[in-house]
């Protein structure tokens, strides 16, 4: 079965992202629908294969929102808005975005620029597998975490302890798991170390966010929280 191409909508108005999504599940894609800044950054996870973003959003525009994700997202992103100016159009180009139709728009014309870049974008389609939150990207790829922008070194092990839990969000994982995943059932050494490591990852964290990313389950083991 042919595999569907996976398009990310960010609107504020409803009534755009659902006349677009349901034309767009007719024409066979998978549908994603993000009413601001916030709810894109959790819908990154999809790893769109394209991207139709609004500038005119309430909140973080979409101006502001392709700026903090084009280092992070290869995918095309295409604004949509009902502003016309020419520096608006250079604005757009220049942060990252890779076309621009303007409001109203004919549905024929955007259906037919969606394919037109899906089909250039195949030509390099080595994507970079992230996990995206309002303040969080990890990079698996390239083993690297940012924090509202900052950069967070973690040693091989730490990285892969957060690999493991946050590829699971949710699942809980006891210790012994961890060190038998992660260093091998011929690992020399004790579980008692993922809790050391663990508290590591945890002020590295702290360094930059109040959030507590990785949650205790007390007489179990650590998850990743969603």
Not at 45 to 54: A, F, G, K, T, Y
Not at 56 to 64: S, Y
Request: hydrophobic fraction near 40%.
């Amino acid at each position: 079965m042919e595999q569907k191409y996976k398009i990310l909508i960010v609107d504020d108005e409803q009534s755009i992202t659902d006349m677009l999504k349901l034309q767009l599940e007719f024409e066979n894609y998978m549908v994603y629908t993000a009413g601001n800044a916030e709810e894109a950054m959790e819908k990154l996870s999809h790893c769109p294969d394209l991207i139709l973003l609004d500038i005119n959003m309430a909140g973080m525009n979409g101006i502001d929102l392709c700026i903090s994700i084009r280092e992070f997202v290869t995918c095309p992103i295409l604004f949509l808005t009902a502003r016309v100016s020419e520096q608006d159009k250079i604005n757009g180009l220049m942060v990252g975005g890779d076309d621009y139709i303007t409001k109203p728009f004919s549905m024929d014309e955007l259906l037919a620029r969606i394919s037109a870049h899906l089909r250039r974008e195949m030509r390099t389609r080595s994507k970079t597998k992230s996990r995206f939150s309002e303040e969080l990207i990890i990079d698996y790829s390239d083993r690297s975490l940012y924090i509202k922008g900052h950069s967070v070194e973690l040693s091989n092990k730490e990285f892969e302890i957060i690999q493991l839990l946050s590829m699971n969000a949710g699942q809980v994982f006891d210790r012994e798991k961890i060190y038998e995943r992660i260093w091998g059932i011929d690992g020399n050494g004790d579980s008692a170390v993922i809790k050391e490591h663990v508290r590591k990852i945890r002020l590295k964290f702290a360094e930059f966010t109040e959030k507590n990313y990785i949650a205790t389950v007390w007489g179990v083991g650590y998850k990743w929280v969603k």
